[in-house]
Structures are given as structure tokens and as C-alpha cells.
């Protein structure tokens, strides 16, 4: 059974950068055809998609935050992460990050997710 | 990339049946059949409900189902029970290789 975990700080100042660890638990993050992704959800508000990565490195990313977001991948933790700079009071959700499983023709969906992780940007 | 759109709520009484509508375009819903729908109660994080458009995923209740015409998806729920009461969202994956959420509809059992 795969489980998810978001960490990091819970706090950024302004202008700096969030980042943002998922460590995977269960599974290798390297097996299957899997994307792993990062979603995110201001409070009250929907889910936006940020962007995801495959296991060979490949990335997708949401063009409206296609110039600040990074996501990458250690296999040798089991972890993927999110970098996204020069944050403002917009980018304070929910960080989700989720298992998007896809074997082409086929697209499972976003079937693991963690349980999200609260980033307020704040000075 | 513009979000689906999705009625902001949608309500109906306990053993009724309800349809939530989510609309994109060629680009999204209409071109591939790679439409999710996730459930979300409050503080939790989404759960994936139906995939490619009409597939459940196990564990899922055969209550829930989905469809799609056009640039349109429809999940329904039929039977609607007290913890059906959530968020939904759709989702698609786009021509850019990119995904896309609806707005999220909140679903009220009366």
C-alpha cells in the first residue's frame, strides 16, 4: 500500500522560495508507469493542478506557474519535491502531493495522495 | 490553461439521484477520455472516484458514474446517501500534456 507524505516549512516570507518534500512509503518511486504530481488548494478554494514528473525526469508543468515551479526527483530517497520561487500571499494552500498513474493508452488518475501540508506566505 | 467549469453546488434528498456537469473543450474534456472525478469532504485530501471518464475505482460503490458527450463529463450519483455530502472535482488531461481541474462543485444532502 503506497502512502504519501508532504514536509517542509510551514512558513516562507514573501519573494523567497517554498519547497516542498513528498516521501513515498510502500513502493519504489521508481517502479510502474507512475507521474508524481503536486497539487495545491487555497483555503475555501479548488485544487490547482502545479505540475508533475516521471520517474525518467520528465516534467509537466501548469503554464501559469511554469516560470517558478521546479519539480524533481531522488530516487535513491524515495522523494519527489517542489520548489516554487518568488512566492507572494497568492501561493499560501494546501500542498497536496499525489501518485498520477498512467500505462499508456490507459490514465488511472491521481489514485495515492497525501495528506497535504498547510505553506502560509507571510513576513 | 482555463479550469473546467463545474456548478458551484448541486443538492438533492437522501435515495434521489443527482448529476454534476463539468465543461471544457476540444482540448481537454472533448479530446481524450481521461476524465477523472475526485470526492472531498472537509480537511481531507481528495479522493479519486472515477477515472477515463466511466471506470471505478475498487472499493468505489457502483452508485457513482460517469459519462461523457462532447466537451462535457457528468458524474452521478444515484441512491445519494448522508456521506456522499462533499467537494467534487473533475479533471482532464489536456493537449498539452498538462491537467486540469474543474472549480468544484459542493454537494448538499438534504
Known amino acids: 500500500q503506497v502512502q504519501l507524505q508532504e514536509s517542509g516549512p510551514g512558513l516562507v516570507k514573501p519573494s523567497q522560495t517554498l519547497s516542498l518534500t513528498c516521501t513515498v512509503s510502500?513502493?519504489?518511486?521508481?517502479?510502474?508507469?507512475?507521474?508524481w504530481s503536486w497539487i495545491r488548494q487555497p483555503a475555501g478554494k479548488g485544487l490547482e493542478w502545479i505540475g508533475r514528473i516521471y520517474t525518467s525526469g520528465s516534467t509537466n508543468y501548469n503554464p501559469s506557474l511554469k516560470s517558478r515551479v521546479t519539480i524533481s526527483v531522488d530516487t535513491s530517497k524515495n522523494q519527489f519535491s517542489l520548489k516554487l520561487s518568488s512566492v507572494t500571499a497568492a501561493d499560501t494552500a494546501v500542498y497536496y502531493c499525489?501518485?498520477?498513474?498512467?500505462?499508456?493508452?490507459?490514465?488511472?488518475?491521481?489514485?495515492?495522495w497525501g495528506q497535504g501540508t498547510t505553506v502560509t506566505v507571510s513576513s | 490553461q482555463s479550469a473546467l467549469t463545474q456548478p458551484a453546488s448541486v443538492s438533492g434528498s437522501p435515495g434521489q439521484s443527482i448529476t454534476i456537469s463539468c465543461t471544457g473543450t476540444?482540448?481537454?474534456?472533448?479530446?481524450?477520455?481521461?476524465v477523472s472525478w475526485y470526492q472531498q469532504h472537509p480537511g481531507k485530501a481528495p479522493k479519486l472516484m472515477i477515472y477515463?471518464?466511466?471506470n471505478r475505482p475498487s472499493g468505489v460503490p457502483d452508485r457513482f458514474s460517469g459519462s461523457k458527450s462532447g466537451n462535457t463529463a457528468s458524474l452521478t450519483i444515484s441512491g445519494l446517501q448522508a456521506e456522499d455530502e462533499a467537494d467534487y472535482y473533475c479533471?482532464?488531461?489536456?493537449?498539452?500534456?498538462?491537467?486540469?481541474f474543474g472549480g468544484g462543485t459542493k454537494l448538499t444532502v438534504l
Open positions: 476540444s482540448s481537454d474534456v472533448g479530446g481524450y477520455n481521461y
Open positions: 477515463e471518464v466511466s
Open positions: 510502500g513502493g519504489s518511486i521508481s517502479s510502474g508507469s507512475y507521474y
Open positions: 499525489a501518485r498520477d498513474t498512467e500505462f499508456p493508452p490507459n490514465y488511472y488518475g491521481m489514485d495515492v
Open positions: 479533471s482532464s488531461y489536456t493537449s498539452s500534456s498538462t491537467v486540469v
